[in-house]
């Protein structure tokens, strides 16, 4: 099991950017892959990014492809979430997750089993 602690959540207007931290702890962080999903009020969570446990081959959600970008530092056990061009649309509790297994990209829910608090992010003008 792995420990995640998210921050850099906020309130920004359309348009704005922010930085989304996720730091991990508890075992091997450099073999998993990592991802951020995010819940609306009264939605379902849903899919936002992944990256694979080398850093490469990124994957994003339709909404937020062009405007978001993951990034991990295996050295600090760390992953990023930058996020660019805010809409209303975007407002969530984002959460960070850890993969279950080790050596797999996947973006289903299940696959990942641990996860952090949760940051909030809202996007208002």
């Known amino acids: 099991q792995v420990q995640l602690v998210e921050s850099g959540g906020g309130v920004v207007q359309p348009g704005g950017s922010l930085n989304l931290s996720c730091v991990a702890s508890?075992?091997?962080?450099?073999?998993?892959?990592m991802a951020w999903f995010r819940q609306a009020p009264g939605k379902e969570r849903e899919f936002v990014a992944a990256?694979?446990?080398?850093?490469?081959?990124?994957y994003y959600s339709d909404s937020v492809k062009g405007r978001f970008a993951i990034s991990r530092d295996n050295a600090k056990n760390a992953v990023y979430l930058r996020m660019n061009n805010l809409r209303l649309e975007d407002t969530a509790v984002y959460y960070c997750?850890?993969?279950?297994?080790?050596?797999?990209?996947?973006?289903?829910?299940?696959?990942?089993?641990?996860w952090g608090q949760g940051t909030q992010v809202t996007v208002s003008s």
């Open positions: 997750a850890a993969d279950s297994e080790p050596h797999r990209l996947t973006v289903a829910k299940t696959a990942f089993g641990s």
């Open positions: 990256i694979t446990w080398s850093g490469s081959s990124p």
């Open positions: 508890g075992r091997t962080f450099s073999s998993h892959s």
